[in-house]
């Protein structure tokens, strides 16, 4: 048994290593949007099923020693895409959707080598089975999924804070060579044993249409609550591996306990604390917890789909065939989980006006959980709904569908406009009325406001939230004022709210990934077409873009790029602070934005603004109601020493604080781990 275990552990490892380090690669590329790991979990779960598929087919219509060729053959095939680094040619030119490019990268790059990985599982478990007659595996099926937690677990600890992405990469391509050589040696021992016993056609009940449909709904329930919930983390938190593979590591873990002995799986004690979990994951979602730390957030909703993800296993594993029918019920596990991915992935950003998949996937786990309750003998519930604890069953999980329905309704009441894409939620909410004057709209990206306009003629054109006159931004630009006419750039558009500085002779260029922002700014705002001057919006990834131009040569540079509360990690590396430096102006200003909950990332700025041997500064301001400015923290850089003397700078600017072992960030290298506060 050795060979298959050690077989099976080396692949599911593989397998799920190479997956944060695929999406940290490529996540520059496409704006740093948290909607990059979802595609990427998209892409895995769909040829995860495709493995499980062939490994159905080869093992159901092929012989021993043709299943060794054929695999064999295939495996040293994938060689020849190695090393799994995405070439430069991927980049995107800013205009198209996202998501295919993502995922005919991830094909090309990486697809015939985690196809095969994800082949391992199924097809080893069923020539162990076949070999060894009489042997049940799916402790193996276990132990797979235990490999793959520990690659989860250990690439942000061991792995992502020690090494380079490249050196990532490569690393694990040398371990897929040596996976080739394991799985070869597997794949020929097999070709040895018999046919008959556990495997043979009359052996077994056959499952029937009901059985296949929860092997299918389990999964794509617990797959729908992960994407949801890692989605909803990255959006309003960060767009960071460690947010991506704690709830995966947590979805997994419910699969190894479950699979590994049926006694981890507890019906009684984890049904109790679904309730629990799924009401407070729903309290999660209303409006009375949109301010809460990233100490409770995280907690809430990790826990939360661990016991959702737990039940939902739980019942699967209740639910295994005989062996004969293994293959069939992994497809079927693979389904329901690229099904959950599909969902998610790509159905919700275009069906959705908001990211409703959330809610949505609550409630379908309460109404599943209760007709696989319903379905099993052993429960009160098999007596029927008009039995006691069938109608109480019944009436409480109705209840709380309707409840997650109107308080969805409800966070919308107030909204103007909702639209979505790949990029995330936008959102227009306004408060006061016509004659109100300080009524204003706002602009919001998740929970996060990305601008708010006076809309009386008289206050229209006051330069509100993050970019009151004394703000950093504020101050640099107005200093530079004093000279004449100024070249700005300004990477995030929001509302466009910094256009209100531009005076006749001016020039602002904003840059923007998503196009819905730049609709929405010359729709629903005036600042773009209120400015006195030339204003200009650049469509795309402001790094590449800024790659791709000539020098603009930029009096004030501003680096404002949210996305919820998530910082694009690429606009914050060595690379990107060199290529603003070479976009500025002789004396020109670098103004970083780092107001943030949840990262501290000043002492990242700080950390750039040594490499490139110029000062830096901290100037930290409080909220004004009167004028509608917030509290906002920048960073200015800057060579032109005298900049830093003026008056209305020296006077609340205060120095940039360092942070004790923190490396410097490049492309090739960040940990936001470590700056979590």
Same mark, same amino acid.
Not at 547 to 559: C, N, S, T, Y
């Given at each position: ?139 193996? @099926? ?140 729903? @309290? ?44 069939? @019920? ?84 107030? @909204? ?66 004093? =000279? ?132 830096? =500064? ?60």
């Amino acid at each position: 048994m050795l060979l298959y275990a050690l077989t099976i552990l080396v692949s599911a490892f593989l397998l799920f290593q190479v997956e944060p380090v695929i999406a940290k690669m490529i996540l520059p590329w496409f704006g740093g949007s948290a909607a990059v790991w979802t595609t990427c979990l998209l892409f895995f779960q769909v040829v995860l099923l495709l493995g499980y598929l062939y490994a159905h087919l080869l093992i159901r219509f092929v012989s021993r020693r043709g299943q060794a060729l054929v695999h064999i053959g295939l495996l040293f095939a994938s060689l020849l895409v190695l090393p799994v680094v995405p070439g430069a040619g991927w980049k995107p030119s800013g205009t198209e959707d996202p998501t295919w490019r993502i995922l005919l990268l991830l094909g090309a790059t990486v697809g015939l080598p985690y196809f095969l990985l994800s082949t391992t599982g199924p097809l080893v478990q069923g020539w162990y089975a076949r070999r060894f007659k009489g042997a049940v595996p799916y402790r193996l @099926y276990a132990l797979s999924n235990a490999g793959s937690m520990f690659a989860l677990l250990s690439y942000p600890v061991l792995f992502e804070p020690v090494f380079a992405t490249h050196q990532q990469a490569m690393g694990w391509s040398f371990g897929f060579a040596a996976f080739v050589l394991l799985c070869g040696a597997t794949a020929l021992v097999s070709r040895t044993g018999t046919d008959s016993g556990v495997l043979e056609e009359g052996e077994g009940q056959r499952p029937g249409a009901a059985l296949y449909f929860f092997w299918i709904a389990l999964p794509a329930c617990a797959s729908v609550l992960l994407l949801a919930i890692t989605n909803h983390l990255s959006q309003n938190v960060a767009a960071i591996p460690f947010l991506w593979v704690l709830p995966l590591s947590l979805y997994l873990l419910s699969f190894i306990l479950c699979f590994e002995r049926s006694a981890w799986y507890h019906r009684g004690l984890f049904l109790r604390l679904l309730i629990v979990a799924l009401g407070g994951m729903a @309290y999660v979602l209303s409006e009375d917890f949109e301010n809460a730390s990233i100490k409770m957030l995280i907690p809430l909703l990790t826990a939360g789909l661990f016991v959702c993800s737990m039940v939902c296993h739980g019942e699967l594993a209740r639910l295994k065939p005989h062996p004969r029918f293994l293959t069939s @019920y992994y497809v079927m596990i693979s389904v329901g989980g690229a099904l959950g991915g599909v969902l998610v992935g790509l159905m919700a950003p275009r069906l959705f006006q908001g990211y409703y998949e959330l809610p949505a996937g609550l409630g379908g786990c309460a109404l599943l959980v209760l007709l696989v309750l319903r379905r099993d003998p052993e429960t009160s519930l098999s007596k029927g709904w008009k039995s006691p604890a069938g109608a109480v069953s019944a009436v409480l999980a109705a209840g709380f569908v309707i409840y997650l329905a109107v308080q969805t309704s409800q966070n919308d009441r107030d @909204y103007n406009l909702k639209l979505r894409n790949f990029y995330g939620g936008l959102r227009i909410t306004g408060e006061g009325g016509p004659s109100d004057p300080d009524a204003v709209r706002k602009l919001l990206h998740g929970t996060i406001n990305h601008g708010t306009q006076f809309i009386s003629r008289e206050r229209r054109n006051w330069p509100t939230t993050y970019y009151g006159p004394e703000s950093g931004v504020g101050l640099a630009i107005r200093e530079r004022q004093e =000279m004449g006419p100024m070249r700005v750039g300004v990477i995030g558009l929001g509302t466009g709210t910094l256009a209100a500085y531009g005076r006749a002779g001016d020039y602002y260029r904003f840059y923007e990934i998503n196009p819905l922002v730049i609709e929405l700014a010359r729709t629903w705002f005036t600042y773009l077409g209120d400015s006195k001057a030339h204003v200009e919006c650049a469509l795309g990834d402001a790094r590449l873009s800024l790659e791709r131009e000539p020098q603009q040569a930029f009096d004030v540079l501003a680096v404002d790029a949210f996305s919820g509360d998530s910082i694009p990690v690429h606009l914050l590396t060595r690379e990107a602070f060199a290529l603003y430096r070479r976009h500025l102006a002789p004396g020109g200003v670098l103004a970083v934005h780092v107001s943030n909950k949840y990262l501290d990332l000043t002492p990242v700025v700080r950390m750039q603004a040594d490499a490139l041997g110029e000062p830096s =500064m901290l100037l930290d301001t409080e909220d004004n109601d009167a004028t509608g400015t917030f509290g906002a923290t920048w960073v200015l850089i800057s060579a032109r020493q005298e900049f830093f003397a003026k008056p209305a700078i020296k006077a609340v600017a205060e120095e940039a604080e360092p942070k004790k072992g923190l490396r410097l960030w490049t492309d090739d290298y960040s940990n936001l781990f470590q700056i979590l506060k």
